[in-house]
Antibody, heavy 120, light 110 residues
């Protein structure tokens, strides 16, 4: 069965970086893309960016350009999201979500979420 | 990219129908037939309920239906059940492998 298993919760200080992993199983990793979506406490969902596991192409939300990097390791079927220069308003649950590598495909499977807390 | 506009909350009694709206622009909702809806229970990951405006993934009850007119998409839940109480988010493709979510709607089953 399809599974996306994310790394554990993180606590970071302002200005630091965090790298969250998302290990995929149960499907052909390179046939799909991975989007990262975050949810601040009590708030809605925010799309952060997308990476193709097929060729590594990326597209990031404009507000995060320059602070976020998404990568994949096809040898381990794992996607990564690194966010730098962390601020208190980056405190959120971060989700990875799978979509077929065609434009506009929906997010049909999601990881369990990773809580990132930014606090001094 | 601004978030799509959803009502903060809706409610209905068991067995009734409710509709949740999702308003965007011609650059997202109005420009593509690629609106999806996600259900999220507290502390859980979102679950895909509707995609491509009106298609249901396998396993989603046919009580859930979607539609779109112009820049506004809608999710209708008929025959409300207690387990439908959750937050619902619309999401639209916005071109060039980018997406935008709505602010979310809390559904209360009275």
């Amino acid at each position: 069965q399809v599974q996306l298993v994310q790394s554990g919760a993180e606590v970071k200080k302002p200005g630091a970086s965090v790298k969250v992993s998302c290990k995929a199983s149960g499907y052909t990793f390179t046939s799909y893309g991975i989007s990262w979506v975050r949810q601040a406490p009590g708030q809605g969902l925010e799309w952060m960016g997308w990476i193709s596991a097929y060729n590594g192409n990326t597209n990031y939300a404009q507000k995060l350009q320059g602070r976020v990097t998404m990568t994949t390791d096809t040898s381990t079927s794992t996607a990564y999201m690194e966010l730098r220069s962390l601020r208190s308003d980056d405190t959120a649950v971060y989700y990875c979500a799978r979509s077929v590598v065609v434009p506009a495909a929906p997010f049909d499977y999601w990881g369990q979420g990773t809580l990132v807390t930014v606090s001094s | 990219q601004s978030a799509l506009t959803q009502p903060r909350s809706v409610s209905g009694s068991p067995g009734q129908s409710v509709t949740i709206s999702c308003t965007g622009t011609s650059s997202d909702v109005g420009g593509y037939n690629y609106v999806s809806w996600y259900q999220q229970h507290p502390g859980k990951a979102p679950k895909l309920m509707i995609y491509d405006v009106s298609k249901r993934p396998s396993g989603v009850p046919d009580r859930f239906s979607g539609s779109k007119s112009g820049n506004t998409a809608s999710l209708t839940i008929s025959g409300l059940q207690a387990e439908d109480e959750a937050d619902y988010y619309c999401c639209s493709y916005a071109g060039s492998y980018s997406w935008v979510f709505g602010g979310g709607t809390k559904l209360t089953v009275l």
